[in-house]
């Protein structure tokens, strides 16, 4: 039996260690939910900023979050002609520092509900909490919930949500 636990215990803590040296990017890259984000940055040449010392917290639109754009948005903002505005979008979903979800809940009490970030992109996203999920509310009022947390990477975090949010 503790042989077991033990070999478990090497196990757990190897793929800790493992996953600790991916960065967001390839945090991403890893997964295939989220080709389209991952084709997105590549677009943008955001790849080698994402891939630098950060520390960036990262709100990662699954592909399903990409399908509910308008139909032939995604194809339209991958034109090289379209490259800023694609580069925006993508830094507004993302956060300087490292914000784990123990953060993010910590920084919602503290704002009595409701706590303000700002993207790198420039813009403001809120987030709050609806019920025992934490809601990111953009500068249009469209909103996004975060489906999986604190995907650790080398150079800071990734959160998982469910719809593209989008600056202003």
Avoid: C, R, W
């Avoid at 042989?3 to 945090?27: E, G, N, P, R, W």
């Avoid at 917290?57 to 308008?70: E, I, M, R």
């Amino acid at each position: 039996m503790k042989k077991i636990f033990f070999s478990l215990l090497v196990l757990t803590s190897s793929i800790s260690a493992f996953s600790q040296t991916k960065d967001v990017v390839d945090i991403a890259i890893s997964s295939t939910d989220h080709t389209t984000l991952v084709a997105a940055v590549k677009a943008a040449d955001l790849v080698a900023t994402l891939k630098g010392a950060g520390p960036f917290t990262v709100f990662a639109p699954t592909n399903a979050a990409f399908d509910k754009l308008p139909s032939g948005t995604v194809t339209n903002l991958l034109k090289p002609e379209n490259k800023a505005q694609l580069a925006k979008i993508l830094t507004y979903h993302v956060v300087a520092g490292n914000l784990d979800a123990a953060a993010v809940i910590a920084a919602i009490k503290a704002g009595k509900g409701k706590a303000v970030v700002t993207t790198v992109s420039g813009g403001k996203l809120t987030a709050s909490l609806d019920k025992d999920k934490v809601m990111l509310t953009d500068e249009s009022g469209k909103t996004a919930y975060v489906v999986a947390a604190d995907l650790k990477g080398s150079n800071g975090v990734v959160h998982v949500i469910d719809s593209v949010v989008l600056p202003k």
